[in-house]
């Protein structure tokens, strides 16, 4: 069965700081990973993803992720922080089975940066 | 693109009554997903329809929880009766189905507080 890990529940950090925020998954096929942000009073936005190809990828707002796929990890890093980065962090992943893909998403990373 | 569409955004019930929530997909997806975001979790899938037919719902309280997706389009999800571990915040989302390259949308949440 696939699961998803996040290794940090809170995370408190100054503007600047260099953000990076652990994922781990469990799953025996091939898998797609999603970093979902969720800022206060908004709901879910895709961060980013990772289907194939590089193992790094760019995603919105200065984010990136590296996929490791000998680790089952997906860690997302932001090398300076700002306010705005305030939300909670979601690592999912989809593996596709019985037809049809399924997303399911670890407990979430609150990340509160400030001034 | 209009987005996912839910209502309504808040509900506030009393214990063993019953609530129902209502989910217009992206147009031409699907895909449908019903997850329960319960406060300081990840969201949780409760049940996946690929149009009108439903492919998971392995994690849905079926003696409380029911769901339907009527011509493959919209979709409601009832509590009958509900509980007070019922609290969260129910969200919608909808995918285009795309073996590999699948992204959900999610419409803005129905926030239910149990009393």
């Known amino acids: 069965a696939q699961s998803v890990s996040q290794h940090n529940h809170h995370v408190i950090l100054s503007e600047a700081a260099s953000l990076e925020l652990g994922c781990n998954y469990s799953?025996?096929?091939?898998?797609?990973l999603f970093w979902y942000v969720q800022y206060p009073g908004q709901h879910l936005q895709l961060l980013l993803k990772y289907f194939s190809g590089d193992p790094l990828v760019k995603g919105i707002k200065g984010f990136e992720a590296e996929f490791i796929k000998s680790k089952f990890s997906f860690n997302l890093r932001k090398p300076s922080v700002q306010w705005s980065d305030t939300a909670e962090y979601f690592c999912a992943v989809t593996g596709f089975s019985g037809g049809y893909n399924k997303l399911i998403f670890g407990a979430g990373t609150r990340l509160a940066v400030h001034p | 693109e209009a987005g996912v569409a839910q209502s309504p955004r808040y509900k506030i019930i009393e214990k063993r009554q019953s609530v129902a929530f209502w989910c217009n997909p992206i147009?031409?997806?699907?895909?449908l997903y019903w997850y329960q975001q319960i406060l300081g979790q990840g969201p949780k899938l409760l049940i996946q329809?690929?149009?009108?037919?439903?492919?998971?719902d392995s994690q849905l309280p079926k003696d409380r929880f029911s769901a339907e997706r009527l011509k493959g389009v919209d979709s409601t999800l009832k509590i009958q009766p509900a509980k007070l571990e019922d609290s969260a915040v129910y969200l919608c989302a909808s995918s285009s189905f795309d073996r590999a390259r699948e992204k959900l949308f999610f419409g803005s949440g129905t926030q239910l507080s149990v009393l």
């Open positions: 329809f690929q149009n009108n037919g439903v492919v998971d």
């Open positions: 147009s031409g997806h699907a895909t």
């Open positions: 799953y025996g096929g091939t898998v797609n």
